[in-house]
């Protein structure tokens, strides 16, 4: 019998939701501790009760400061919006709570040191939501990668696409002081944070950042390039301006030995190059990574799901003796990928190319 | 606040999983009955003592018969081996209790209509799981046939393929008292039945239908012809012999006006043609099938997901004041798919067309 | 220096643009005989010297009796549609001449099989048109086939679907004295043969045959299943009725160690499975069939090219010691090509299973 | 009857055999002037005679010189390698002959320049050869965008991927003096020619350029940033290190009404996007781009025949009264091309945006 672990959550919106069913999935998966839903926070009493009740956490709190007091609290989950990431963040690392805050860590990198500093230094386990980082076929890539399946790496391109941006009504994700940045933020940070997970550590970015729709006050689009310390080259793009391209969240690795191609529409599949062609590979097979928690083969995960396998992993890494969730981005890295975000933006401004260099914490 | 209704659940082995995995699910999406659930049923003790607790049921049974003789079950969820269907089933029905039990409902029609009849002589809601029926694809098919989209139809065709039966231990799937059929019922089921839900009725098939593994009682692949009352004419085939494929149900239709095209091991794609060419429909924008459950467009389900669908669709039913759930199989559909398996394997036998004639219920 | 060879063509329409264009492409490409085009024949004086012009012929007649006594022609190339098939074919052939006949050869079985026997009799080379054999993705699965790398056989599916007959003008192709049939002998003649060449011989066959538009006297469509000597079971389908697909030539064949999968669609791509994934070939490196003819890899081939490849073929038979050129359908493949055909009809029309017997040459 | 012209051609390997097959292609395409292939030049006496055999040229010659100064000749087409389509070309179009010369125009910018502004003082008819503005897809992409179908273009992004280059064997292409540059002339060259033909001027790059590969002299790879004129903000790659990709030369566009996707391993596809989705259009259709000269829809054409209404529609324009082929690639267009391409080079050794400016002809 697993020991269980009271949980905060802050957010009831898309995260919450998504965080909320993970937590519960769990149950059934075998965690290595038993999730306790003990609260979910929300400045809107009304929304917060009714999140609560759907989502199935005990209490409904209005103000995030009662679960950073509240003892029965060991993990604080922070899925708010990207300006309250750094405070409650802080404070809960602070009162001694393991620490999951969502992407993008904080509005700029100098928010995101803040965070991760107050978190290393409170000794908590800390991780920041990339959960593309959990999608089995992202993992199978990791793993091919690392047992050097594909040579001498000399290419990373990504790109992450969408187009709800062309006709979207105004929101707190075109306002730069609540959204800190745009694509950049929303949907360039996950790529960012895949070439790092995947390829290493990124040395020099170009790039050109551009707000195209009227009333946007961040960027709409941006594209870089990127030079990684071990040599590899590539690209990176980011936009909401994508016709016909939904979610297309998608990379490639060219190394000397093979490739690999990922798109998280088709997330189960992982493109696999040998020196000769690809194959398709549909990662649901019982040797595949995260696979035992489900189905036979070629009976797809959904979305969803890779937020089960963040929190299994989180939760995996408290019950053990570390403060480190190896395959979950800590919050260094949530701090180095806003770095890496900031050099982007600054060689927009610039035309120069930005040397990249990462502070160590404070 | 919703009135509850206890469930029991036979069978703890992949459909008690997905089973009890969608009823948890359901607890977060505002269910118009909330699932309590109350016992799960297995032959051996120490097994379904860990599914109890794994899966979140408040009580394990050796004996399914303690759950037809349970008056806090009101809804008996039949996810064990196809032997197991017909008894389980009929005497639950029999009990007051609203039924849904796995597919194929009956080894064979005759089975098959015996629980259908029971059913309908109880008054109680009975569905087949047919869960394709409720992938959101497969919905979205369903409604660009019913507003006419696809003009007259011309062309069904469908397959089921599998790989894994070349290497296969043995297994109760392979033989002929336990599973009744093979890939027929297994796999060829689906197809039939995603063939009357889409198409309509069929009323004749030819086929050929073979055993290729030593060893195997029942049929390993069947191809079949299949022609249905509207005039269309297609094809129906399912294998666990086809290298590569590892999840592949797909189907085709053609009419005069478009078409779709569909496959599970990309489930949330639907490929929709006019008159001129096809395009590729990712079916995740707030306005398709079943996505008010879940996420922002491009952000995909999984195929866990569909029985989380369906059994939101039997309890709407059970909640409303009629003992049909439109979108959901019936044991009718169920009895029904049973007659056109029985057809094709006469079929193969004799080498002649089969007429299929649907008996009323007894 | 290679010999050359006179060459008689009889159609100017879409064969004869066809035939005209490779013999031309040959020149370029160090053929073992060098065609010299002699003369084109076809009934309408003006337009025959039209295409006589346009396609670099020498001369037109209007009488394909003036291309059987002319003493310089060597091959008679018959591309004429399905009714000026056998007479001319075999006055050709009788008078000594090689010949090559688009498909089908006949407009049923028994003319086929007095076209193969008049050939025969003649000691002449004689080659039925199939030129998907000739498309390099299809040479290289049958030399893995060749090569055993697909193991034992299970099943065999193809289909050809286009979907112009729905709008279509009255033509020749929907006219039954001077097609014989529609779908099946215009496309289902195609994958007929392409079955013979990668699997073997049909042994039976059960189908559905359809027409379904007003004024059409041949199928616009059928299924059919099909049983072949080496237990190989499978599907054949052809329509004309098929929305989005303009001209999907596709198999697929599953053996226990692979399989592997084709469209014309995509004309220069391979899919090969092994026993865990299809990989994408692309057909164009230089040790793949017919790539010597052309360019680096990568650099695609069309439709067109593969008569080339088929003439070159042929050349090179009659260029040889023997009668027989390997991978071109002889008229025997021609005849037994038909056969199946008929087999087809006739069992749509019994219901029954027809199995396939094979006529001795007369 | 149509007027002849006299061409003399420069060389006889990869773009040799291309060109050569062209012309003779066009013979029977009903051509605006009847090329008549007067002679081959090439420094090898023994290969250029049978290169002059083989592709059907009436004489041979050893130095371009004597081609300059044949009368007879009144197109000279230069497919010789990048060292040598300076002075060949220059020199004949100062004879007065229309030219034709493969890409990259000129080792650099410099010299295309030069070559440039010899033809229009010459008063000729100039064309480089970019012969994917005549892929039927790519026509078609352009017709799409000329008629606004796109909206506002936000988006450009093109790679072109080879792998050749990992374990290729020493070459001419890998050196500095005779290729000028590696992957950038020869694979970059073709994607910036076809960003300014379908979306508008660059006007500043960033870029990283890279040799990975011991030994190379010229960039093996790189990577850049793209803004034009227009707005539009997008990438640009090219490599040949990039396994699994064997010549993938593709392009995306996104506007605010739709998008157009492409890729040269699949020559005979557009995928156009509304609002909604993308579509796969078969570019095979009567009123399709080129397809008067071909066959019915669905039989795709091969990367060779881009050449063939390449020289078309150079024939074209000479027999007209104007020295301009609008779709063709001018030598204004090849100066244009190797100025960015240029300015990819530095903006990779600065590290700094550098912005193109584009000379007058001298």
Same mark, same amino acid.
């Given at each position: 019998?697993?020991?269980?672990?009271?949980?905060?959550? %802050?957010?009831?919106?898309?995260?919450?939701?998504?965080?909320?069913?993970?937590?519960?999935?769990? %149950? &059934?998966?075998?965690?290595?501790?038993?999730?306790?839903?003990? !609260?979910?926070?929300?400045?809107? #009493?009304?929304?917060?009760?009714?999140?609560?009740? &759907?989502?199935?956490?005990?209490?409904?709190?209005?103000?995030?400061?009662?679960?950073?007091?509240?003892?029965?609290?060991?993990?604080?989950?922070?899925?708010?919006?990207?300006?309250?990431?750094?405070?409650?963040?802080?404070?809960?690392?602070?009162?001694?709570?393991?620490?999951?805050?969502?992407?993008?860590?904080? /509005?700029?990198?100098?928010?995101?040191?803040?965070?991760?500093?107050?978190?290393?230094?409170?000794?908590?386990?800390?991780?920041?939501?990339?959960?593309? /980082?959990?999608?089995?076929?992202?993992?199978?890539?990791?793993?091919?990668?690392?047992?050097?399946?594909?040579?001498?790496?000399?290419?990373?391109?990504?790109?992450?696409?969408?187009?709800?941006?062309?006709?979207?009504?105004?929101?707190?994700?075109?306002?730069?002081?609540?959204?800190?940045?745009?694509? %950049?933020?929303?949907?360039? #940070?996950?790529?960012?944070?895949?070439?790092?997970?995947?390829?290493?550590?990124?040395?020099?970015?170009?790039?050109?950042?551009?707000?195209?729709?009227?009333?946007?006050? =961040?960027?709409?689009?941006?594209?870089?390039? =990127?030079?990684?310390?071990?040599? =590899?080259?590539?690209?990176?793009?980011?936009?909401?301006? #994508? /016709?016909?391209?939904?979610?297309?969240?998608?990379?490639?690795?060219?190394?000397?030995?093979? !490739?690999?191609?990922?798109?998280?529409? &088709?997330?189960?599949?992982?493109?696999?190059?040998?020196?000769?062609?690809?194959? &398709? =590979?549909?990662?649901?097979?019982?040797?595949? $990574?995260?696979?035992?928690?489900?189905? $036979?083969?070629?009976?797809?995960?959904?979305?969803?799901?890779?937020?089960?396998?963040?929190?299994?992993?989180?939760?995996?890494?408290?019950?053990?003796?570390?403060?480190?969730?190896?395959?979950?981005?800590?919050?260094?890295?949530?701090?180095?990928?806003?770095?890496?975000?900031?050099?982007?933006?600054?060689?927009?401004?610039?035309?120069? /190319?930005? #040397?990249?260099?990462?502070?160590?914490?404070?």
């Amino acid at each position: 019998m697993s020991d269980r672990i009271g949980v905060g959550l %802050l957010g009831y919106a898309f995260m919450g939701k998504a965080h909320s069913r993970a937590l519960h999935e769990l %149950l &059934r998966l075998d965690p290595p501790l038993v999730p306790e839903l003990v !609260s979910i926070a929300g400045r809107d #009493a009304k929304q917060v009760e009714a999140a609560r009740a &759907r989502y199935g956490w005990a209490e409904a709190v209005t103000d995030w400061r009662e679960q950073v007091a509240d003892d029965r609290i060991a993990l604080f989950d922070n899925g708010g919006p990207n300006a309250m990431h750094a405070e409650p963040t802080i404070a809960a690392a602070r009162a001694g709570k393991h620490v999951l805050c969502e992407k993008p860590l904080g /509005r700029d990198a100098a928010e995101a040191h803040a965070i991760w500093t107050a978190a290393e230094e409170a000794g908590v386990v800390h991780m920041c939501g990339f959960n593309y /980082r959990f999608v089995p076929a992202v993992r199978l890539a990791r793993e091919l990668l690392e047992a050097g399946e594909l040579g001498e790496l000399f290419h990373f391109r990504a790109r992450y696409l969408q187009s709800w941006g062309i006709d979207a009504d105004p929101s707190w994700r075109f306002e730069k002081e609540a959204a800190g940045s745009g694509a %950049l933020g929303d949907l360039g #940070a996950h790529i960012v944070d895949l070439a790092r997970y995947l390829v290493g550590e990124p040395v020099a970015v170009t790039s050109v950042v551009r707000t195209f729709v009227d009333g946007h006050e =961040v960027d709409d689009a941006f594209a870089a390039t =990127v030079e990684f310390e071990n040599g =590899v080259i590539g690209t990176l793009e980011a936009s909401r301006l #994508a /016709r016909g391209r939904i979610n297309q969240n998608t990379f490639e690795i060219n190394g000397s030995r093979g !490739s690999v191609s990922f798109d998280v529409e &088709r997330l189960n599949e992982l493109q696999v190059a040998d020196e000769t062609s690809f194959r &398709r =590979v549909l990662v649901t097979e019982p040797e595949h $990574p995260f696979m035992s928690f489900w189905w $036979p083969p070629g009976h797809i995960v959904g979305w969803g799901d890779t937020f089960t396998h963040e929190l299994h992993h989180l939760l995996t890494a408290i019950a053990g003796d570390s403060n480190v969730a190896p395959h979950g981005a800590t919050f260094e890295d949530g701090y180095r990928c806003a770095e890496i975000c900031d050099a982007i933006l600054r060689a927009g401004e610039s035309g120069r /190319r930005v #040397a990249i260099s990462y502070r160590e914490r404070g």
